[in-house]
T-cell receptor, first 112, second 111 residues
Framework: NAGVTQTPKFQVLKTGQSMTLQCAQD?????MYWYRQDPGMGLRLIYY???????DKGEVPNGYNVSRLNKREFSLRLESAAPSQTSVYFC???????????FGSGTRLTVV | EDKVVQSPLSLVVHEGDTVTLNCSYE??????LLWYKQEKKAPTFLFML????IEKKSGRLSSILDKKELFSILNITATQTGDSAVYLC???????????FGQGTRLTINP
C-alpha cells in the first residue's frame, strides 16, 4: 500500500554539492514526474517520463538531470546545487493519458 | 504557453461559512481539469472534470467546469477547521501527459 515513495524527506546541501532524490512507485504506472513547489508558485514541472526509457523537460529543467531507471524508479539529480534550488520537491506517477496523479510525500531541500 | 490562474490566493473564513474558489485557464487543447487538496504534505486528489456543466460532488465539496468561459469553481459548504489547506487547480492539455498547476488558494477556517 506504499504508492509513491520519496527519499530523503529532508536534506541540507552546501552550494556546489551534488545529490540525487529517489522516487519509486508500486502501482505499475507508466508516467512519472518531478515537480518543485515554491511559496506562491504552485507546482512547477521539472522533468517527466511518459514511459520507461523516455524523459522530457518540463517548465524548469535547468540545473537538474533525471534517470528513469526502470518502470518503478525515477530519480532527480542536482549536479551542483544552488540556493535557488531550495524548494520542496514532489515526485508523482500516473497511468499514461489518465488523470489523477499520485504524489509522494515530498523532499524538503535547503541549499545554503 | 499553457496557464492556470487561481483566485483568491488566500482566504480566511469562519467555521460554517460557504466558500467558492476559482480557477481560470488558458490551454491549447484541453483534456481535463483537476482539483487537489494539500495539507502539510502531498496533494491529494479531489475531482477531475472533463465536461462542461456537470457538477462533481463529494460530501460538502462540489466542483463544476465551464469550458466556454474557461474556468472552474470549487465550492465548500458548512466549512470545518479540517478544510484548512491549500487547494490546487491543474489542467491537463490533450496529449501532453503532464499537469499545469495554478498557484493555489490557501484557505484558513477559523473556529
Amino acid at each position: 500500500n506504499a504508492g509513491v515513495t520519496q527519499t530523503p524527506k529532508f536534506q541540507v546541501l552546501k552550494t556546489g554539492q551534488s545529490m540525487t532524490l529517489q522516487c519509486a512507485q508500486d502501482m505499475n504506472h507508466n508516467s512519472m514526474y518531478w515537480y518543485r513547489q515554491d511559496p506562491g508558485m504552485g507546482l512547477r514541472l521539472i522533468y517527466y517520463s511518459a514511459s520507461e526509457g523516455t524523459t522530457d523537460k518540463g517548465e524548469v529543467p535547468n540545473g537538474y538531470n533525471v534517470s528513469r531507471l526502470n518502470k518503478r524508479e525515477f530519480s532527480l539529480r542536482l549536479e551542483s546545487a544552488a540556493p535557488s534550488q531550495t524548494s520542496v520537491y514532489f515526485c508523482a506517477s500516473s497511468e499514461s493519458g489518465i488523470s489523477g496523479y499520485t504524489f509522494g510525500s515530498g523532499t524538503r531541500l535547503t541549499v545554503v | 504557453e499553457d496557464k492556470v490562474v487561481q483566485s483568491p490566493l488566500s482566504l480566511v473564513v469562519h467555521e460554517g461559512d460557504t466558500v467558492t474558489l476559482n480557477c481560470s485557464y488558458e490551454v491549447t487543447n484541453f483534456r481535463s481539469l483537476l482539483w487537489y487538496k494539500q495539507e502539510k504534505k502531498a496533494p491529494t486528489f479531489l475531482f477531475m472534470l472533463t465536461s462542461s456543466g456537470i457538477e462533481k460532488k463529494s460530501g460538502r465539496l462540489s466542483s463544476i467546469l465551464d469550458k466556454k468561459e474557461l474556468f472552474s469553481i470549487l465550492n465548500i459548504t458548512a466549512t470545518q477547521t479540517g478544510d484548512s489547506a491549500v487547494y490546487l487547480c491543474a489542467v491537463e492539455p490533450q496529449g501532453a501527459q503532464k499537469l499545469v498547476f495554478g498557484q493555489g488558494t490557501r484557505l484558513t477556517i477559523n473556529p
